[in-house]
């Protein structure tokens, strides 16, 4: 039967590189429009500024039309996505300073001793200052 195979020139199972390289295809775009999907489905339910009736009727679109769906909360809603995300990573980091005791006052004390020790530059301590500032 290998025999026959290799003669007739065809691959066993009928894949043939270009059939593998379709299905690579598509599983990545399946992958890619999941990944936006839970990304969408992240921000709409983190939003404070909308209402839970809005909230449902976004799902049941992004449900009944996955891809319209994305598509249009993105073009819609996009814009603000990342300004969302901002703000819930300077909570999660003003949280976890709380919990550990980390202050700006205290890292400020500390690049002042390193300032003052020769340690770091003036330059890097004002580049330091204002990230921490």
Known sequence: MEQEVIEQGAHIGGVTFGTFLLDALFIFFFVVWFWILIRVLMDLFRRKDM?????????????????IGIFAYLLTQGWSMGERDMEQAELAREQLRSVV????????AKLEKLKADGTISDAEYQKLRAKLI
């Open 51 to 67: 209402s839970g009736i809005a909230k449902v009727l976004w799902v049941i679109f992004l449900v009944v039309l996955p891809y």
């Open 101 to 108: 005791g980390f202050s700006v006052a205290d890292e400020i």
